[in-house]
């Protein structure tokens, strides 16, 4: 968890159960934070003005800034961290460490990272971008130059999540990535992506206890 952190800056109490303690009741999470917090190795934050009423951020670096985006851009990361496909090779990199990869180049710097390598659908890029605003005129990332950089056997999906209707964002970009076959895109509301996030812990749950089950049949 505390890895998580470092790479994120902020987390909420939610994502912290879905990244690490998604097999278990939300009691073990809420227990994790609080001997963390007591032996003051993160900071809780309260909100009670928000959806999200409790986040952390590590004990020994000052409060962060643009929550609501900081914890938009951990939505993305959470999500590609438990969707994972069995037998995958994975590796997610948040860009606060590898930000100069396609900055350099094409000027982008995605909000999330994900590369997947799998030995029957082969390798597939994820990149996540969040907004926390839905206006077109607030996209401007050249996705297109970017993906028009790589092979064409490479699969590239785009996802974009947006705090409010994406509506407008995903006509403009679905225009931009026209007739590009190898990319794929999905487009979430946060409320949305959240639900995803639960469904998928709630199902691999399901099966480690069938799993479970079994072994003792």
């Not at 999330?112 to 597939?124: D, E, F």
């Not at 971008?129 to 056997?153: H, I, M, R, T």
């Not at 199902?203 to 480690?208: G, K, L, M, N």
Request: charged share 25%; glycine share 4%; with cysteine.
């Amino acid at each position: 968890m505390l890895a998580h952190l470092k790479a994120l800056n902020v987390l909420s109490q939610e994502q912290i159960h879905l990244l690490e303690f998604g097999n278990v009741s939300t009691e073990m999470s809420h227990r994790c934070t609080q001997r963390l917090e007591e032996n003051h190795l993160i900071r809780r934050v309260r909100m009670t003005w928000s959806d999200t009423p409790d986040w952390f951020h590590n004990y020994d670096e000052k409060r962060p800034d643009q929550i609501q985006h900081r914890l938009g851009k951990s939505w993305l990361y959470t999500s590609l961290n438990i969707r994972t496909m069995p037998g995958s090779e994975e590796k997610l990199i948040y860009y606060k460490d590898e930000e100069t990869k396609f900055e350099s180049i094409f000027k982008i710097r995605p909000d999330a990272y994900c590369k997947t390598i799998h030995a029957k659908w082969g390798i597939n890029h994820y990149f996540g971008e969040f907004q926390v605003s839905s206006s077109v005129s607030d996209w401007d990332k050249n996705y297109k130059a970017l993906f028009g950089s790589f092979a064409n056997d490479q699969q590239l999906t785009l996802i974009v999540v947006t705090a409010e209707s994406y509506d407008a964002i995903k006509r403009q970009v679905l225009n931009e990535l026209s007739g590009m076959k190898n990319v794929t895109t999905a487009f979430y509301t946060l409320d949305e992506l959240r639900g995803l996030c639960w469904r998928i812990a709630l199902r691999a749950r399901e099966i480690s206890k069938q799993k479970e089950l079994a072994s003792h049949g």
